[in-house]
């Protein structure tokens, strides 16, 4: 991988920047990272080479040091040893004049996969390569760091997937800080003006945040860079949700952090990695920025996005070390979040988006979606589905051109045919202007490009807007794939250093080495046959070997009629071998005209890859059109396979006619059901468990994605308005994947939610309030559909076993009730998953307790005490049982008999066995007391309550 030719690379003597980490303590004391302290006691005693290592270890000490020795990378004393842990791989050790040191070392034609699980451990790995050909080096070979591997920057096709990678930046800028700034043009806007802003559609550029707004001016930024594909983006926000919601939805694999901010302000999930505060001045940061942008402030909004991308770039071309500026990076860009239907991490989870409950990527909408037949159309599409629009206009236009292609089934076709040809250009023209591409990236592009002028031909007839836009984008660049067929040979070798690589007839030059080294090598080939005629020895014979070249091998017994000007080369045991002064000359002649070719076909090949790189800014630009089409594409033969409908847009609510959900209709029978928000924006929904509801509730929120980022729908019928944020909130216990299944981050979330939805929003609310006690729950419930009926007006839906809950429907207006009906016939109950008007009387959890394997004694036990509820919870005294009580009917209606049944045993019983009851009682209320209800999973909880009842029964006995 790391192995590439690195142009321009320094000598590790010229380093004069030396650790861009000396104003930031080390995080963590690890031994794997620095210089190793028994080398830097006595760094006066050490080989040169070794200085050198500890020279590099002390340059990259945040970084674990790989050093080239030959063909392995090896690691020292604290490093090897981490390394031969992590990687399994032999301990060994290095033995010099200066003392032993413990050593390991990776295979540099393997060092990839070895890499990754060093990523994965949690390290930088910075690669010290020999930058100097060992055989001409003087004294020690020059090595240099050539690379920085950090997750967030990793560029090797071997360890990338083919999604985004992307780092980010935070900053933050307080109003006392930019007051005065420099260059702080646009004033940030009062929370009215933002709140103003916001109503307009979302479509204005000023920087501002939603939601809840920090006191004061503070500005929070984040710049983000696919350094494997140059895509580069900022924004900035007042709020620090806001900001939160952009790292959830972009979900970096490493976040750098501004002096300002501590990795505890934000939930960040990748490596998070401190940088150079000097990197965070505004004019150090700024200075960075013009080298890719000459006028930041006509890009970005305010001083925190600039020292955001200011660092970031600084920070990229500080892990590509030999490379400078990146020259892929070739638009920064900069956004507004407010552009975008809100999507936080909450939701996207809950709603399978992107991973499952089990954090894998099967059974999610994604899935569902994915029939890209391209890596820049599976790219494309994740944007898409991260970023759902706001702007009815883009929509609309996504929408006509799914449309279009939905009727033409055979441009689809072919289109998606030829799209399959199209390789990731992407990262191909980043490899390029890195100068990190071979001959075979180059043929590569020419494939792709090849495509391109067929699939004008098949759009040709493309009447709606976005395909004409994609027909018209697509730019063949003919010259650059002119130069690459004329210039590179059709099957070229993956080294470019060894020949082979430039066609002939390209460059003249190169064919007139190439013609002095073949005409050698055949007048080579027919000496054999001229020098058996002239000795008239017959066994004579010419070869070739790498040490000794050219010779003529001559057997001992005809060793006297070798002619005189043959000079002994090499003695062999039954024969000699002579050169002559003739094929000395020749033989010179084959080697400096095929070692010229080669390294002319270097040159030519380098100056080739240059003339393209200056050509990247189009190459992405043709690859952004063949990501969108094929997107469309994809959407378009979605929609026809699983027969989705257009969604239309209008401002009277959700309006859905047989509506599913798209994940789970591919894995099961499924009942479609209608949605009907339009007049009464608010249901509750009720229904057994196991019925429905979540998957109900989820289905609606995921045909607003699929709508709003342009696709069309699962549903016969659809109406809906621009729905501004997602919200979710699925009860606790099915979040106990994510081991956070605490009352605690139920309510936080339910906060967000409170402070953060407006009118334009869909709220789901799965289940509020399960996790404390049902009187707590019951109100919280209640109240919460108070405060968002009577202050936010959200369209919500609002699942809940609370049945009560269901009269507040009667009382508020715009609230509706519906209800998942459930068969129970002969004690079999079938769920029917259709959605009907109305409110459910029962939960039926007893059955479903049962259908998931509960033991009998638990769910008979269960069905006694849901039947004898009613009589307990009437103050009757001491209220004793007997623990004998058979139990009624399961549903309930017999609670007066079993309470009959108590009394009698009451008034049978001795003093003394009252007395003993009574303590176990006490006790079991402590127990009861001591219970955390919030923590408690139903199915401990039926456990908890199974030990409580043996408890009262053993005693009875
Ligand atoms: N419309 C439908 N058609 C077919 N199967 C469905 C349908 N809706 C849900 N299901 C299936 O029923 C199961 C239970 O659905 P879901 O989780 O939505 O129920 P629920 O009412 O929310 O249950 P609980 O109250 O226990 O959370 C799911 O596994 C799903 O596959």
């Not at 490093?79 to 791989?89: G, V, Y």
């Not at 949700?241 to 490493?254: H, N, S, Y």
């Not at 994915?370 to 009815?392: N, V």
């Not at 409908?645 to 509506?659: C, K, L, Q, S, T």
Request: proline share 4%; glycine share 8%; net charge negative.
């Amino acid at each position: 991988m790391i192995r590439n030719e690195i142009p321009g690379t320094k000598a590790f003597t010229e380093i004069t920047r030396k650790s861009l980490y000396d104003a930031v303590p080390r995080a963590s004391m690890d031994a794997a990272l620095g210089p190793p302290e028994g080398m830097t006691a006595s760094r006066e005693d050490l080989t040169p080479m070794m200085t050198q290592y500890v020279e590099l270890c002390e340059a990259y000490d945040d970084a674990l040091l790989l050093f080239q020795m030959g063909d392995f990378y090896e690691a020292f004393c604290g490093a090897a040893e981490t390394i031969s842990r992590e990687l399994e791989i032999t301990l060994t050790q290095r033995e010099d004049s200066t003392g032993t040191y413990p050593m390991a070392g990776i295979p540099i034609d393997n060092a990839a996969t070895y890499v990754e699980t060093l990523l994965d451990a949690g390290y930088r790995i910075a690669v010290a390569e020999q930058i100097e050909d060992a055989d001409e080096a003087t004294g020690v070979v020059d090595r240099a760091v050539t690379r920085v591997v950090t997750p967030g920057t990793v560029v090797e096709d071997e360890l990338l997937a083919p999604g985004n990678n992307y780092v980010a930046c935070l900053a933050r800028a307080d109003a006392a800080d930019t007051a005065g700034g420099a260059h702080d043009t646009t004033a940030e806007p009062t929370a009215d003006e933002a709140a103003a802003t916001e109503t307009d559609g979302g479509t204005s550029a000023k920087a501002s945040g939603n939601g809840d707004v920090e006191p004061s001016g503070t500005t929070h930024a984040v710049a983000f860079v696919d350094v494997s594909t140059g895509e580069f983006r900022a924004t900035s926000a007042d709020s620090q949700g806001t900001i939160q919601d952009e790292l959830d939805r972009l979900a970096p694999a490493e976040v750098v952090l501004a002096p300002e901010i501590s990795d505890g302000n934000f939930d960040i999930d990748g490596m998070v990695t401190p940088h150079d505060a000097a990197a965070f001045e505004p004019e150090t940061a700024r200075e960075r920025v013009t080298s890719y942008a000459p006028n930041p402030e006509a890009v970005f909004e305010c001083d925190a996005e600039i020292r955001a991308a200011g660092a970031l770039l600084d920070y990229a071309e500080h892990t590509q070390v030999a490379e400078g500026e990146l020259g892929h990076v070739t638009r920064l860009t900069r956004y507004d979040p407010r552009e975008r239907m809100g999507l936080d991490a909450t939701a996207l989870r809950s709603l399978d988006v992107f991973e499952n409950h089990a954090g894998g990527d099967d059974h999610t909408l994604v899935a569902v979606l994915d029939e890209t037949t391209c890596a820049l159309g599976r790219r494309e599409l994740d944007h898409w589905l991260r970023r759902p629009l706001l702007d009815q206009a883009v929509i609309e236009a996504r929408l006509d051109a799914v449309e279009e292609l939905t009727h033409e089934s055979l441009v689809r076709e072919e289109a998606r045919e030829l799209l399959r040809e199209v390789y990731d250009i992407e990262r191909l023209v980043a490899r390029v202007s890195r100068g990190r591409a071979n001959a075979r990236d180059l043929r590569a592009l020419k494939t792709t490009l090849d495509v391109v002028p067929r699939l004008r031909e098949v759009l040709s007839d493309a009447e709606s807007d976005l395909l004409v836009e994609c027909r018209e984008g697509l730019d063949g660049l003919d010259d650059v794939r002119g130069l690459i067929g004329r210039a590179i040979q059709a099957e070229p070798p993956a080294e470019i250093t060894e020949g082979g690589v430039i066609a002939q007839g390209f460059d003249d030059d190169l064919d007139d080495l190439r013609s002095t080294a073949r005409e050698g090598r055949e007048w080579v080939a027919s000496l054999e046959d001229r020098e058996r005629e002239r000795t008239g020895i017959d066994s004579l014979s010419v070869g070739h070997t790498e040490v000794h070249g050219y010779y003529i091998e001559v057997t001992n017994a005809n060793l006297d009629a070798v002619p005189e000007e043959y000079t002994r080369r090499q003695t062999l045991k039954n024969s000699e071998r002579f050169y002559t002064p003739e094929l000395e000359r020749r033989e010179d002649e084959i080697l400096g005209a095929a070692e010229r070719a080669d390294s002319r076909e270097h040159q030519l090949f380098t100056d080739i890859r240059d003339e393209i790189a200056a050509e990247t800014d189009r190459v992405q630009h043709l690859a952004d059109h063949l990501a969108t089409l094929d997107v469309l594409c994809t959407l378009a033969d979605i929609a026809v396979e699983n027969d989705y409908a257009r969604p239309e847009f209008g401002n009277d609510g959700i309006a859905i006619r047989d509506g599913r959900h798209p994940v789970v209709e591919r894995h099961a029978e499924f009942v479609p059901n209608d949605a009907d928000l339009c007049e009464e924006p608010f249901a509750i929904v009720t229904g057994p468990n196991m019925a429905g509801k979540s998957t109900y509730m989820r289905q609606i929120a995921l045909i607003a994605i699929l709508a709003q980022m342009g696709s069309f729908v699962p549903a016969q019928e659809v109406r809906l308005p621009i729905v501004d944020r997602v919200f979710t909130r699925v009860g606790a216990s099915d979040d106990i994947a994510g081991g956070q299944s605490t009352f605690m981050r139920e309510m936080s979330e339910l906060t967000d939610i409170l402070h953060g939805a407006t009118a334009d929003s869909l709220v789901l609310l799965d289940e509020v309030g399960r996790g404390t006690s049902t009187t707590d729950g019951e109100a919280i419930a209640r109240a919460v559909t108070e405060f968002i009926h009577d202050e936010i007006g959200a369209t919500t839906l609002f699942a809940t076993h609370y049945h009560d809950l269901t009269e507040i429907a009667a009382e508020l207006d715009g609230v509706q009730t519906l209800q998942f009906a459930a068969d129970r016939t002969d004690g079999e109950v079938t769920f029917l998953h259709t959605v009907t008007e109305g409110a459910a009387s029962a939960s039926y959890g007893v059955d479903v307790a049962r259908m998931a394997g509960v033991p009998d004694p638990v769910v008979e036990r269960s069905r006694d005490l849901v039947s004898g509820t009613a009589g307990r919870d009437r103050p009757s005294g001491d209220d004793k049982r007997d623990g004998h009580d058979d139990g009624g009917p399961a549903d309930g209606g017999h609670g007066g008999e079993a309470d009959d049944s108590s009394g009698r045993a009451d008034a049978d019983s001795a003093a003394e066995t009252d007395r003993d009851e009574a303590a176990i009682r006490a006790e079991i209320v402590a127990e009861l007391r001591s219970l955390r209800i919030a923590e408690t999973t139903p199915v401990e909880a039926l456990v908890r309550l199974d030990g409580l009842k043996r408890r009262l029964d053993d005693e009875n006995h």
